[in-house]
């Protein structure tokens, strides 16, 4: 497979270090509107084709799918180009900066009939799939809380560099600069590990957003500092459960860690995942008496990268689509507005039914008798959402 890479920043190094490493996989074209940034990175993985526009590389033509790591203002027009020039797109996350932008993307590349996928990167860690498929087969019961956190510290560590004065950091924080704030950068990520964690989708939500003073005048350079930098999430989840979903890039003493705590009426199960480790722990059966909680291993499962390789071969489409994409950030658009109206918001019902992807990998996991079926991945329609149902009055 030809690949070209569309943004030559931070994350662009780490992917490209996973693709240069699959066998099939040949980076053939690197692209980014900075000439130093293009140079460095191509210069770094070998890569003789440099370009410093996407139409210049599709003009060449000699690619057969590209992985677009531009900001997130950028992943609208550039997909949009790629998916009318014919190539498969893996783009990263957010797909887009609002529902609508990326429902278009989502309608344009299933009508041109290319493999789309967007990185949420933490389809990746084993012990998510593990606790899915267990949610699946039933093992933990009937669903009835689901808490979620992701956490990042780089507001106040300077582990990643300083957000004062790099970009990379500095579009992050900023709205008129295409950033959702940590809601649209990680938010993102902690909403897909929840829902596909969980085995289910979010239907209700209600949600408080805060950025925080952090510059003279709100403003540093051309970053108007004006994305929300925490959030807090109050969820209902289609198959019944009540959540709590939230993200801060203030959690002092935590680089960057992932925690899912899914409850069941017959055990429960917690995720956690750090760049250092990742650790499946539960408690079921006659534990829940004792509340003693086990470590469960779990085995390797393929890379979004890989899935997304194995799709442009075979042609078999892979999740996460863009479709998929698409409807999570209906949730996201959901929260800014729930933010600023103060009250819940509910997403209105499927139109459209698709069955869960099979779980090959964790073909021993055996259904409990008293299993309940889960309901299978939803698509929304295009409208966003509908109001909640009045409540009776209080007594
Ligand atoms: N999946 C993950 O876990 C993960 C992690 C980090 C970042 N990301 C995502 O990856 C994307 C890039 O993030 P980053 O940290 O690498 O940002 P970055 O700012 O370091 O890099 C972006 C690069 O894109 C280039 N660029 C901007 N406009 C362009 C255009 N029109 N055509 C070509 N190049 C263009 C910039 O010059 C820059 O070099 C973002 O969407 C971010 O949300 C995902």
Redesign the pocket.
């Known amino acids: 497979m030809r690949l070209i890479v569309?943004?030559?920043?931070?994350?662009?190094?780490?992917q490209a270090n996973h693709f240069k490493a699959m066998d099939g996989v040949e980076i053939v074209a690197a692209?980014?509107?900075?000439p130093v940034?293009?140079a460095e990175?191509s210069d770094h993985f070998g890569i003789e084709k440099r370009f410093l526009?996407?139409d210049e590389a599709i003009a060449w033509g000699e690619f057969d799918a590209a992985t677009?790591?531009?900001?997130?203002?950028?992943?609208h027009?550039?997909s949009l180009a790629l998916i009318a020039a014919g190539k498969h797109v893996f783009c990263?996350?957010?797909l887009a900066e609002n529902h609508a932008d990326a429902l278009e993307m989502a309608h344009a590349a299933e009508a041109a009939g290319v493999i789309n996928m967007v990185?949420?990167?933490?389809r990746n860690v084993p012990q998510l799939q593990y606790a899915r498929g267990m949610v699946l087969a039933g093992q933990l019961g009937t669903i009835r809380h689901v808490e979620a956190s992701y956490l990042q510290s780089w507001l106040v560590s300077r582990a990643w560099g300083d957000w004062r004065s790099e970009?990379?950091w500095l579009?992050?924080l900023s709205t008129s600069h295409g950033s959702n704030g940590v809601l649209?950068?990680?938010g993102i990520?902690i909403l897909d590990f929840a829902a596909y964690g969980a085995a289910t989708d979010i239907d209700h939500v209600f949600s408080r957003l805060k950025a925080f003073d952090k510059a003279p005048g709100g403003q540093i350079g051309e970053y108007k500092l004006d994305a929300n930098d925490s959030f807090t999430m109050s969820v209902g989840f289609a198959n019944g459960a009540l959540g709590v979903i939230h993200a801060s890039r203030w959690a002092t003493g935590h680089l960057n860690e992932l925690k899912l705590r899914i409850y069941g009426e017959l055990g429960s199960i917690e995720v956690t995942h750090r760049p250092t480790d990742s650790e499946l722990r539960g408690c079921l059966g006659e534990d829940i008496e004792t509340a003693t909680w086990r470590n469960i291993d779990v085995p390797a499962v393929p890379t979004n990268y890989e899935r997304f390789v194995k799709a442009v071969i075979t042609g078999q489409q892979p999740d996460p689509s863009f479709r998929y994409a698409a409807d999570l950030q209906k949730v996201i658009d959901l929260a800014i507005v729930s933010e600023k109206e103060r009250r819940e918001l509910t997403l209105l019902p499927p139109v459209e039914i698709v069955s869960m992807p099979e779980i090959q990998v964790f073909a021993d996991l055996e259904p409990l008798p008293v299993a309940t079926e889960m309901p299978a991945l939803r698509l929304m329609d295009d409208t966003l959402w509908q109001e909640p149902e009045p409540r009776p009055a209080a007594d």
């Open positions: 569309v943004g030559t920043g931070a994350m662009a190094t780490s692209v980014d509107t900075d940034r293009l990175f526009s996407l677009n790591v531009t900001p997130d203002r950028m992943h027009a550039t990263e996350k957010p990185n949420l990167t933490y970009s990379r579009w992050r649209g950068d990680v990520h």
